[in-house]
């Protein structure tokens, strides 16, 4: 009776309800994780995931900042600056300008890197499938998904934006300097490489296993029952 009863439970597992239920739910919780920027820790419980690590540069600027405590440092540069006269002719006049040194940082200093751009969100998603008397649950979505997950490091040279304009303009394997971008405002290099920290967003806490656990078992009843 209890064979029975064992191949009745593994074929009600494979049935494409149940099956696409509990790929439903995993996905689900999935989005939830990207949406609340928490996730699973390695006990299983539940984790904030971290932010993204404040970011900056320092550059040189004529502008003075309105926030006097902003500025890091002064100096006095002689630039030439050129002026059309009247009768045509250009003259060359070398003049002493005041410049100041400020920070620029990230424009996603702080941001939730799962979901700021809503990629993650709109992209993932969750399939399942049956092999043997087990189900497997897939899930996809965009390629830097994975790399979030786990977590990761570069060797360098990495080029960050710090500004829309900087991410906006540069293209990869181009000098950003020749593209009007300003080193320490618009963009730092990391020539060490970056690490990025694993953001667990995938996999269900074990409170949330349980609660497929009451759904998985709630469909079933259903099937066995003859009832879909």
């Known amino acids: 009776m209890a064979s029975d009863w064992g191949k009745r439970v593994a074929k009600a597992l494979r049935d494409p309800a149940v099956v696409n239920g509990i790929a439903t739910l995993v996905g689900r919780y999935a989005k939830q994780h990207i949406a609340t920027s928490r996730g ?12 993204l690590a ?35 002719k250009t003259v060359a006049k070398p003049t002493t300008v005041k410049e100041y040194l400020v920070t620029g940082e990230s424009y996603r200093a702080g941001g939730k890197p799962l979901r700021d751009t809503g ?27 994975i790399f979030h997950e786990l977590g990761f490091e ?7 934006p710090l500004t829309r304009k900087g991410k906006r303009s540069h293209a990869t394997g181009r000098n950003p300097t020749k593209e009007g971008l300003v080193r320490g405002k618009d963009f730092v290099m990391a020539w060490q490489g970056v690490t990025v920290p694993k953001r667990p967003f995938m996999i269900p806490t074990n409170d949330e296993w349980e609660e497929i656990g009451k759904s998985i078992r709630l469909g079933l009843a259903r099937i066995l029952k003859g009832r879909s």
Do not use: F
Request: aromatic share 4%.
């Open 54 to 88: 404040a970011v900056k540069g320092e550059y040189w600027t004529t502008s003075k900042p309105k926030d006097s405590a902003a500025i890091k440092a002064t100096r006095e540069t002689v630039v030439v600056r050129q002026r059309k006269m009247k009768n045509g």
């Open 119 to 145: 990629q993650m969100m709109r992209e993932m998603n969750a399939k399942g499938q049956t092999g043997g008397n087990g189900v497997s649950i897939i899930l996809y979505g965009p390629l830097h998904a």
């Open 40 to 51: 699973r820790d390695e006990n299983g419980g539940e984790t904030a995931l971290q932010p």
């Open 154 to 160: 570069t060797s360098g040279p990495n080029y960050i």
